[in-house]
């Protein structure tokens, strides 16, 4: 197995601060730059595995980066370069505090809601007879309140939103529209892979001149589930499991071994055998998602090297 990078300390040229999210560390620089830097660090259930994983973060750096890339002419983003497999640069934006979740079809979580016998899920209503892993009639816009470091996400209605204050009206139609449209895109590049796009959020952001931008990462397997399309129908008509490309598999092999980030529950032990096995299922995600091989980058001394690209970069705008 590689290296892997669970903790940075960097201190970059003008940097003013730094925010260490569960995945994500985002290092602030002088003239509205930001550092984003993508550890192998897991969450599941909100909550960080103790070990990292070979090669995560390049593999989810370097998707989002290509998404980002793919959608621009759609929607505009935060992102003005990765000049390293595990970063990305961007312009600093003021984050909304909701995540735009868009569902194509009934799993996951939502699937979880339906088997407890709720029929709405963020005040948006779910029709009866649907069985796992079925397609909505049409795609449902299901918001998350973005959690503090350690705390759990939780559902929010449109309508709570707006009351709470926490987007205005004006945004919040602007972020529906931007996130049916990215939803649009990436199932029509998940298509052309071979795959279903099943559900997935979008986080926006505001830079300082105002503008609505997209932000963090999109169309990872960290922030979406994949099904492979060929064989999906014959699953589902034979009420098969669909083989699908996400982290679900990391949270299904929690749930059986008892965790599901609830209080008093113990996080089970992953062996460095199990590591291994999500960083093959983590690469054999990046192969399908952009259908190209995954070159490992030297993970020898990953700190140094992040940290020589990124002055590089600094250095050369």
Same mark, same amino acid.
């Given at each position: 197995?590689?290296?892997?990078?669970?903790?940075?300390?960097?201190?970059?040229?003008?940097?003013?601060?730094?925010?260490?999210?569960?995945?994500?560390?985002?290092?602030?620089?002088?003239?509205?730059?930001?550092?984003?830097?993508?550890?192998?660090?897991?969450?599941?259930?909100?909550?960080?595995?103790?070990?990292?994983?070979?090669?995560?973060?390049?593999?989810?750096?370097?998707?989002?980066?290509?998404?980002?890339?793919?959608?621009?002419?759609?929607?505009?983003?935060?992102?003005?370069?990765?000049?390293?497999?595990?970063?990305?640069?961007?312009?600093?934006?003021?984050?909304?505090?909701?995540?735009?979740?868009?569902?194509?079809?009934?799993?996951?979580?939502?699937?979880?809601?339906? +088997?407890?016998?709720? =029929? /709405?899920?963020?005040?948006?209503?779910?029709?009866? &007879? @649907?069985?796992?892993?079925?397609?909505? #009639?049409?795609?449902?816009?299901?918001?998350?309140?973005?959690?503090?470091?350690?705390?759990?996400?939780?559902?929010?209605?449109?309508?709570?939103?707006?009351?709470?204050?926490?987007?205005?009206?004006?945004?919040?139609?602007?972020?529906?529209?931007?996130?049916?449209?990215?939803?649009?895109?990436?199932?029509?590049?998940?298509?052309?892979?071979?795959?279903?796009?099943?559900?997935?959020?979008?986080?926006?952001?505001?830079?300082?001149?105002?503008?609505?931008?997209?932000?963090?990462?999109?169309?990872?397997?960290?922030?979406?589930?994949?099904?492979?399309?060929?064989?999906?129908?014959?699953?589902?008509?034979?009420?098969?499991?669909?083989?699908?490309?996400? +982290?679900?598999?990391? =949270? /299904?092999?929690?749930?059986?071994?008892?965790?599901? &980030? @609830?209080?008093?529950?113990?996080?089970? #032990?992953?062996?460095?055998?199990?590591?291994?096995?999500?960083?093959?299922?983590?690469?054999?995600?990046?192969?399908?998602?952009?259908?190209?091989?995954?070159?490992?980058?030297?993970?020898?001394?990953?700190?140094?090297?992040?940290?020589?690209?990124?002055?590089?970069?600094?250095?050369?705008?």
């Amino acid at each position: 197995m590689g290296g892997t990078l669970v903790d940075t300390a960097f201190d970059f040229p003008g940097q003013l601060g730094v925010y260490k999210g569960k995945v994500r560390e985002v290092y602030t620089l002088e003239n509205d730059l930001l550092v984003m830097i993508a550890t192998d660090r897991l969450s599941a259930f909100d909550v960080v595995m103790p070990k990292g994983i070979p090669y995560k973060g390049q593999i989810l750096n370097q998707i989002a980066t290509r998404m980002m890339r793919d959608t621009q002419d759609l929607v505009p983003n935060w992102l003005l370069a990765a000049p390293d497999p595990n970063v990305a640069i961007g312009v600093r934006c003021e984050p909304f505090k909701v995540e735009m979740v868009i569902r194509g079809y009934l799993a996951g979580h939502a699937a979880r809601e339906y +088997k407890a016998g709720r =029929r /709405q899920l963020c005040g948006v209503p779910m029709p009866e &007879g @649907l069985r796992e892993n079925d397609a909505f #009639e049409a795609p449902i816009i299901t918001p998350a309140t973005k959690a503090e470091k350690g705390d759990h996400d939780e559902d929010i209605s449109r309508e709570e939103i707006l009351r709470r204050g926490l987007v205005s009206e004006a945004d919040y139609v602007v972020l529906e529209g931007y996130t049916r449209a990215l939803f649009q895109r990436g199932s029509e590049l998940a298509a052309a892979k071979g795959l279903i796009l099943v559900d997935t959020k979008y986080e926006f952001g505001k830079t300082p001149d105002g503008t609505i931008v997209l932000i963090d990462e999109i169309h990872t397997p960290d922030s979406s589930r994949y099904f492979y399309a060929e064989g999906y129908e014959e699953r589902q008509r034979k009420g098969e499991p669909q083989k699908q490309l996400s +982290k679900e598999f990391v =949270r /299904q092999w929690l749930i059986a071994n008892g965790f599901q &980030g @609830l209080e008093g529950q113990v996080l089970p #032990e992953m062996s460095d055998a199990y590591i291994e096995t999500i960083s093959e299922r983590y690469i054999e995600l990046y192969e399908q998602i952009l259908g190209e091989p995954f070159r490992k980058a030297d993970t020898s001394d990953m700190v140094s090297r992040i940290d020589s690209n990124v002055r590089a970069w600094l250095r050369a705008r």
